[in-house]
């Protein structure tokens, strides 16, 4: 693996190693708290896994971390799971997101960007006054500590404020993109209860407006726990009775007063797909968050106050509220609310143009397909301003990595990354240090003791295995929501190998120290980087009457794209004409979200379970990609194993 591609792509010239923040960190941290003064990254990295508390220690000194009472000592118990960081300590997120506004009020903190792509600024000051209104707002609303807070809302200046306001007060954030349907949302949000839900009348994209007031009617229905519905009419519409008006709230030139929190206070859930039912409601700490993603994005992405940071991302996905924690070191956030690839395939290009970013990240999928559309960003767009691409969502293929090198520029730094809503960070990725080789990730990330496991619990180097981290990571869940013993939480991760995270990913380290990324080990479908589980498609396509029971999966292609098929059992006597075929899909589309609509809808003539009644996703993954049947399941655990040789038959004609 490490002798595939000897020779890097790019590599940082010496002028951007000395002046990058890491390299000054190293330096730093060496005459303050022991770090080795030498041997660049690699070193630096190890000392960071094997010096838990120290590097952690000088990571909130080198960004001025203000705990209004101090802490203890940085690690009170490290076991996993179940490590305490940071205990006695109290803080504030939102305190630290609006810090550059003491000193750049004027300059933009926001740029906030919509189909038409031209750029529309909120300054840090305006940011700052709207934030301290709302918060004043929800606190009058009776909003107290530990409530939580919702939004049905697109990647939108308000969703920002609306996050901000609500960690000020030290409430807990959760929200949901408007694409995804009722029932998707109501499976979030009905088990963490929220007070306040802020939304939109609807929203525009691919050039058409979609009204979701029918759908903000019945979330107001189904979630008995609202004290108060906050309208934002982003397409003009009046207020439905009852509801707040968002101008009203956010109007006041009040000083946001920021309730100081325990550094495991909770700052927001994010949600698993659901693979197996209900999804995992995950819930992240103000004090992790806060600390994780100042070393993810100041070190390894190399932000700071003269950046502009783009991500091509929705308030449904975890790499929203990485986006936004872009403001915790001064960088202005770009903000895109559209369709990636509306009015054409370069759209992303064009936002990173008109905003200046510096550091744009999107999706493999998005770069596969401006190859596929013979898209020419260098040539067509100035991006001289973009200093790295990033992507993420699922591995970027070899031919993506050369398509960005031809494409852009030569001298472009690549970070493929990688991580998971789980720890809403990477496990690997971005160092604009280190050279960039085709296929890899750059490195594991400081403080991430990241290894390739075998299934005894074995290291490997140069080998695929399964993808643990040995060591707690500030930013790993401090619990789930509606978890009491923690079992849940404990078999997500812990169940493979006690007191190691075990992600669920096939990674291989390579002995040259890059990382590859294989794709997941589970069935869980991740489709442009929004990953959703099984359970909610089979929900939704087992209520038309014409489907006895169906099985998705979702398979990597080696050529970067992802073939997600829907394989239908129909109930006697109906036909999978285009009729269904349509109806099928328009389920998908309104009850979940478009993104998983399938690829090819099969009719088979039954669908395998295990001995339990489970459906048999990840073998059949296996069969379709080729695996013996032997190979790819225990026959002995299978209720009909004659209809799996439909899937190995199908898997050989697609060879």
Request: aromatic share 10%.
């Given at each position: 693996?490490?002798?595939v591609?000897p020779?890097?792509?790019w ?5 951007r190693?000395?002046?990058s923040q890491?390299?000054?960190f190293?330096a ?6 022991g770090?080795?003064?030498d041997g660049g ?25 203000r705990f209004?009472?101090?802490y ?5 118990d490290?076991s996993?799971p179940?490590a305490e960081?940071?205990?006695g ?5 939102a305190?630290h997101?609006?810090r ?8 933009p ?10 750029p ?6 305006e940011?700052?006054r ?7 707002e ?6 107290r500590p ?5 939004g049905?809302?697109?990647?939108v200046p ?12 030290g409430?807990?954030?959760t ?9 998707s ?5 009905q088990q963490v209860?929220?007070?306040v ?5 609807g929203y525009?994209?691919g ?7 029918e759908?903000v009617t019945?979330l ?6 609202l ?7 982003l397409l003009?519409?009046?207020a439905p009775e ?6 009203a709230?956010?109007?006041?030139d009040?000083?946001?007063v920021?309730e100081?929190v ?5 700052l927001?859930?994010l ?6 039912g ?11 968050i806060?600390?994780e ?5 100041g070190?390894?992405?190399?932000l ?9 991302t929705s308030?449904g996905w ?20 559209g369709?990636?690839g509306?009015?054409?395939?370069g ?5 990173a ?8 990240g999107t ?9 596929k ?6 040539r067509?767009f100035?991006?001289?301003?973009v ?6 969502g699922?591995?970027?293929p ?6 960005l090198h ?15 809503t ?9 160092v ?6 085709i ?5 594991p ?10 299934p005894?619990g074995k290291p ?8 643990v981290?040995?060591?707690p ?7 789930f929501?509606?978890?009491p013993d923690g ?8 169940d ?8 669920g990913?096939?990674i291989?380290?390579t ?5 590859v ?6 069935s ?8 959703m589980?099984?359970a909610d498609i089979?929900?939704a ?15 990597e292609?080696p050529?970067?794209?992802?073939w997600m098929?829907l ?5 006697p006597?109906a036909?999978?004409d285009?009729a269904?075929l349509?109806?099928i899909?328009q389920?998908?589309?309104e009850?979940?979200?478009p ?10 003539p ?10 048999i996703e990840?073998?059949v993954k296996r069969?379709l990609q ?6 790819a ?6 209720d ?9 038959d ?6």
């Amino acid at each position: 693996m490490s002798t595939v591609n000897p020779q890097p792509l790019w590599q940082p010239d010496p002028q951007r190693i000395a002046r990058s923040q890491v390299t000054r960190f190293q330096a730093w941290a060496a005459e303050h708290h022991g770090a080795p003064a030498d041997g660049g990254y690699a070193a630096l990295h190890r000392w960071s896994v094997d010096e838990l508390e120290p590097f952690w220690e000088a990571a909130t000194q080198w960004f001025d971390v203000r705990f209004s009472t101090p802490y203890a000592r940085v690690l009170g118990d490290r076991s996993m799971p179940g490590a305490e960081w940071f205990p006695g300590a109290t803080l504030n997120y939102a305190e630290h997101a609006l810090r550059a506004a003491g000193t750049r009020a004027d300059e933009p903190a926001l740029l906030y960007v919509d189909e038409t792509h031209d750029p529309t600024p909120v300054t840090w000051s305006e940011l700052r006054r709207q934030v301290g209104s709302l918060a004043a707002e929800l606190r009058a609303l009776d909003v107290r500590p530990g409530d939580r807070v919702s939004g049905y809302l697109p990647n939108v200046p308000q969703a920002v404020v609306a996050l901000l306001a609500t960690a000020a007060v030290g409430a807990v954030w959760t929200s949901c993109a408007p694409d995804f349907g009722a029932r998707s949302v109501l499976d979030r949000f009905q088990q963490v209860e929220p007070v306040v839900l802020f939304t939109v009348d609807g929203y525009r994209y691919g050039g058409k407006e979609h009204d979701r007031r029918e759908t903000v009617t019945e979330l107001r229905r189904e979630l008995p726990s609202l004290r108060a519905v906050v309208h934002i009419p982003l397409l003009g519409t009046e207020a439905p009775e009852g509801a707040l008006e968002w101008d009203a709230l956010t109007r006041a030139d009040t000083e946001p007063v920021f309730e100081q929190v325990p550094f495991a206070h909770p700052l927001w859930v994010l949600y698993s797909s659901g693979t197996t039912g209900l999804p995992k409601a995950i819930v992240q700490s103000q004090g992790g968050i806060l600390v994780e993603h100042l070393k993810q994005l100041g070190l390894h992405c190399d932000l700071g106050p003269e950046d502009r940071f783009f991500w091509y991302t929705s308030t449904g996905w975890m790499m929203w509220n990485f986006l936004v924690s872009g403001l915790l070191t001064g960088t202005t956030v770009v903000l895109y609310d559209g369709s990636p690839g509306y009015p054409d395939t370069g759209a992303q290009w064009r936002v990173a143009e008109r905003t200046g970013a510096t550091f744009y990240g999107t999706s493999a999928a998005y770069v596969m397909a401006c190859r596929k559309a013979d898209v020419h960003p260098g040539r067509d767009f100035d991006l001289s301003q973009v200093k790295c691409v990033a992507t993420t969502g699922s591995p970027l293929p070899p031919d993506g990595f050369r398509w960005l090198h031809d494409e852009v520029r030569e001298d472009l730094w690549i970070a493929s990354v990688s991580g998971g809503t789980d720890v809403c960070s990477c496990f690997a990725g971005a160092v604009p240090t280190l050279p960039v080789h085709i296929g890899e990730l750059q490195a594991p990330g400081l403080g991430t003791d990241l290894q390739s496991w075998d299934p005894s619990g074995k290291p490997l180097i140069d080998e695929v295995g399964e993808l643990v981290v040995t060591n707690p990571m500030p930013s790993m869940p401090i619990r789930f929501w509606n978890d009491p013993d923690g079992s849940r939480y404990h078999d997500s991760y812990f169940d493979t190998y006690p007191g190691v995270w075990r992600h669920g990913d096939w990674i291989t380290l390579t002995s040259r120290g890059s990382v590859v990324i294989h794709g997941r080990s589970d069935s869980t479908l991740n489709r442009q980087g929004v990953r959703m589980g099984s359970a909610d498609i089979y929900e939704a396509v087992e209520r038309l009457p014409e489907i006895k029971e169906s099985l998705v999966i979702g398979i990597e292609q080696p050529d970067g794209g992802y073939w997600m098929p829907l394989f239908v059992q129909l109930a006697p006597g109906a036909v999978l004409d285009q009729a269904l075929l349509d109806r099928i899909k328009q389920t998908i589309r309104e009850n979940l979200s478009p993104r998983h609509i399938p690829d090819e809808v099969i009719e088979v003539p039954g669908i395998p379970h295990t001995l339990t009644g489970k459906r048999i996703e990840v073998p059949v993954k296996r069969l379709l990609q080729g695996t013996p049947l032997e190979k790819a399941v225990n026959p002995g655990s299978i209720d009909n194993l004659d209809l799996l040789h439909f899937y190995e038959d199908l898997a050989r004609k697609r060879a």
